[in-house]
């Protein structure tokens, strides 16, 4: 077991911490995750426990923030954080003009999944991240910027291919003792891993959303290979059947390309994806990734795509472009200082 403290119910610092009183797991619990640096803060703690836990844990995190940029255009955040073994992951803070904190949480170094518009596709696959380590981008997203409202787990990697550890993170993001953050305001999202799908009700009920990009069967295999594992009508049935046990909407993220997936005919191919299906389908213009050469639509062009949805019935939301000052938009997080073309890349 990952021993590290934040990834942790009480029940399991109780055992790991080899505690005597529960009462006493869970007051470290939750100064964990009010942010105490290390256990010399938890002044009502009796002070033998304190220097002895101390001894054993320096620190609380495992993890630290060697860079920190603020796009000065919109006001969000990008976190570039050191995990213990040296590697990085980015986590981005996203504030509306409500107020409304998104912190955009990574589940993976690199991702192997390969979408070809994607610049963290494009670094490949380094490793799963932890709970502790998801929980860890949260604590030090609040450490600097406060209260966070929403959660979307929409950072590095593919969370699907890392439930177990996003999930146990989710329950920690909900737990009231810890973030106490409704699981509605949880958002996985995912490029399509149907059979994991299938069986997503039974986990914490956090939202859906599931990068579409084209319901274009040929050019869906192309932009990203998992299209091929799990083509469109399996994908489509997975949800189906996650929507009829769930009774949740999807959210169908589409990332629109200039002249690739924005044609009447990709508009019609979604509409005839979407028929059956409880879903919002949430149009983002792709952002420009540097050595890719796909185009980003115009404004114009991304309002009559969307115009077009609409008509046809179905609901559309717009995502606001944020953080790309940062490199800290959709799509444009990697890490220049991660060893992505080293040879374990591709194991
Ligand atoms: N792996 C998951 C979650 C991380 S990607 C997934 O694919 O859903 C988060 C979102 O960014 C996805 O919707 C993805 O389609 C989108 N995205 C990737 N590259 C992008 C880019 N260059 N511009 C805009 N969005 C992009
Ligand atoms: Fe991975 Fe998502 Fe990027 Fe595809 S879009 S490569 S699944 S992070």
Not at 44 to 62: A, G, V
Not at 142 to 150: E, L, N, Q, R
Not at 256 to 282: M, W, Y
């Amino acid at each position: 077991m990952n021993n590290a403290l934040a990834g942790q119910l009480p029940e399991e610092l109780s055992d790991s911490l080899s505690l005597n009183a529960s009462f006493r797991a869970k007051q470290i619990f939750r100064w964990i995750h009010s942010g105490a640096s290390d256990f010399n803060a938890m002044t009502n703690l009796p002070k033998d426990l304190r220097n002895t836990l101390h001894q054993r844990f320096p620190s609380i995190l495992e993890s630290s923030v060697p860079a920190c940029r603020t796009d000065p255009d919109d006001g969000s955040v990008k976190l570039t954080i050191r995990l213990k073994d040296g590697l990085f992951a980015e986590s981005v803070l996203l504030i509306d003009g409500r107020g409304r904190k998104t912190a955009c949480l990574s589940s993976q170094v690199g991702c192997a999944m390969g979408c070809l518009f994607c610049r963290t596709g494009t670094m490949g696959f380094l490793r799963n991240l932890s709970a502790s380590e998801i929980i860890e981008q949260l604590l030090m997203l609040k450490a600097s910027y406060g209260d966070i409202t929403h959660i979307v787990f929409m950072g590095m990697g593919e969370p699907l291919a890392n439930r177990e550890a996003v999930m146990k993170a989710a329950q920690l993001l909900h737990h009231p003792e810890a973030h106490n953050i409704s699981y509605r305001r949880i958002t996985l999202s995912t490029c399509g891993l149907a059979d994991q799908i299938r069986t997503l009700h039974q986990d914490p009920p956090i939202r859906l959303a599931v990068s579409l990009v084209t319901a274009r069967e040929d050019l869906r295999n192309t932009l990203m290979p998992v299209n091929r594992r799990y083509p469109l009508r399996e994908l489509r049935s997975s949800l189906l059947a996650y929507q009829r046990a769930s009774g949740r909407r999807i959210t169908l993220e589409y990332v629109l390309i200039r002249n690739c997936n924005d044609t009447p005919e990709d508009i019609a191919a979604l509409a005839g994806f979407c028929k059956g299906l409880k879903v919002l389908v949430n149009v983002i213009p792709w952002n420009p990734v540097e050595g890719l050469s796909y185009q980003e639509p115009s404004p114009a062009g991304t309002e009559k795509f969307s115009a077009a949805l609409e008509q046809l019935g179905i609901t559309v939301s717009k995502r606001l472009r944020k953080g790309r000052g940062v490199n800290g938009a959709c799509g444009q997080l990697a890490v220049p200082l991660n060893p992505a073309s080293e040879p374990h890349e591709s194991s």
